[in-house]
Nanobody, 127 residues
Framework: QVQLVESGGGSVQAGGSLRLSCDYS????????MAWFRQSPGKEREFVAN????????DIARSVKGRFTISRDNDKTAVYLQMNSLRPDDTATYYC????????????????????WGQGTQVTVSS
């Protein structure tokens, strides 16, 4: 069982930046695809970005492309989401997730493959 702990959320004005971190408990997750999802009140949880075990960004949502960057540091067993040019519609709870299936080289956006989840960190962007 891999435990994921997110941090770095907060309140920021539109145009600002935040860096989210996700620390995971087990070195075995270095071989997993990792992803960030987000969920706003009344909406379904949506995919943001994923990254393979080599640290290559595989997919990123169109709504955040060019503004958000996912990265990982396997030595620190952590995944990051750098969020720039934040907008009010980025307001959500952001979740880190791990996909223990597959090779870890090719990642999916499909939420049902991600078996391990963090507790989420709130991001609020004001106009």
């Amino acid at each position: 069982q891999v435990q994921l702990v997110e941090s770095g959320g907060g309140s920021v004005q539109a145009g600002g930046s935040l860096r989210l971190s996700c620390d995971y408990s087990d070195y075995s997750a270095n071989g997993y695809c990792m992803a960030w999802f987000r969920q706003s009140p009344g909406k379904e949880r949506e995919f943001v970005a994923n990254i393979n075990k080599y640290g290559e960004e595989r997919d990123i949502a169109r709504s955040v492309k060019g503004r958000f960057t996912i990265s990982r540091d396997n030595d620190k067993t952590a995944v990051y989401l750098q969020m720039n040019s934040l907008r009010p519609d980025d307001t959500a709870t952001y979740y880190c997730a791990a996909d223990p299936t597959g090779s870890g080289a090719v990642c999916t956006e499909a939420i049902n493959y991600y078996e391990y989840w963090g507790q989420g960190t709130q991001v609020t962007v004001s106009s």
